[in-house]
């Protein structure tokens, strides 16, 4: 069994709990929070045997070999180093870092204590991503990707209103970029690499964080447009564009359905066939958890190299809008 220790206690965290659950030798054995209570109430629902309120005490129990790590964005860093230190596996939510020197300060810890170590990027993962990269041959020669994923927050009311909160903060490095745009920006990088060059656009709200933003990105002979909003909605599909079809995927964060469209009218239009679980988690602990048991640090599909240059992509976006945090300062 490998048991796991987990550091956020918000709806995110149960759903990566009950899809991990789905792999035999997943074990719930710890769960931190910063208060008694609180910790004490989450380990009951998700069956934990033991709480933490220190987070060094939990990095240091024996009763761990890895930690699922969904704090705020601000503190993924600091909190995977710990643990990375004290020779346990970290599983970091995505973004895993604030900016790309984290990244490589925490890629390095874990190439020292040879951990495992990924961010929890979980469409790479999913069959529907795979699926999309099995078939990108039929659309030809590509010519540009659009990735898109504006999605209006449930918080943004309450902003408005003057309620400040975590998702409006730079205080917590969050924001649209942070939150959405990691996920159209992953999968660029992953199907046709980084860009030679990137034009980035932003509305920024008085808060300092970014509202929506949009990309321009150029390569040799295609380009990429991505668009992400926490303050709009969209109903668009993101789409790969190519001289013989195009192909289409909806949701781009939990793929669910992928369809090419060819030009040449004698073909009909064709829905690619794959698994579409619905545990969309379930494959990133799956990753994660076989890494752990191969003794891999890292993860083929879902790599540093990968982490690495989509950090550096938005590090670059940052820079030209005019957004900043806390963990951009090293002592």
Known sequence: MIRFGIVGTSWITEEFIRCAKLYPE??????????????????????????????????????????????????????????????????????????????????????????????????????????????????????????NYCQYSSRYDAYKAGKYNNTFNPAFANGALMDLGIYCIYPMVYLFGKPESILASTVKLSSGVDGETALICRYKDMDAVIMFSKITASALPSEIQGEAGTLTFSIINEISKVNIYYHDNNKKVEAVEFDPMRDYMYFEAKEFMEMIK??????????????????????????????????????
Not at 31 to 47: H, I, Q, W
């Open 294 to 331: 191969e003794k891999r640090i890292e993860s083929a599909e879902n790599s540093f190299e990968l982490a690495l240059a989509v950090r550096e992509i938005m590090d670059e976006v940052r820079r030209q809008i005019g957004l900043s945090f806390p963990n951009d300062i090293v002592d």
């Open 26 to 147: 997943f074990k719930m054995s710890a769960v931190y929070s910063r208060t008694l209570e609180k910790a004490d109430e989450f380990a009951n629902k998700v069956g934990a045997e033991h709480i933490f309120t220190d987070l060094e005490a939990m990095a240091k129990s024996d009763l761990i070999d890895a930690v699922y790590i969904a704090s705020p964005n601000s503190l993924h860093a600091e909190q995977s180093l710990l643990f990375m230190e004290h020779q346990k596996h970290v599983l970091c939510e995505k973004p895993a870092s604030a900016n790309v020197e984290e990244l490589k300060k925490m890629i390095q810890t874990a190439k020292a204590n040879k951990v495992a170590f990924m961010e929890a990027m979980k469409s790479i993962l999913q069959p529907g991503m795979q699926a999309i990269k099995a078939n990108l041959n039929k659309v030809g020669k590509v010519r540009r990707y659009f990735g």
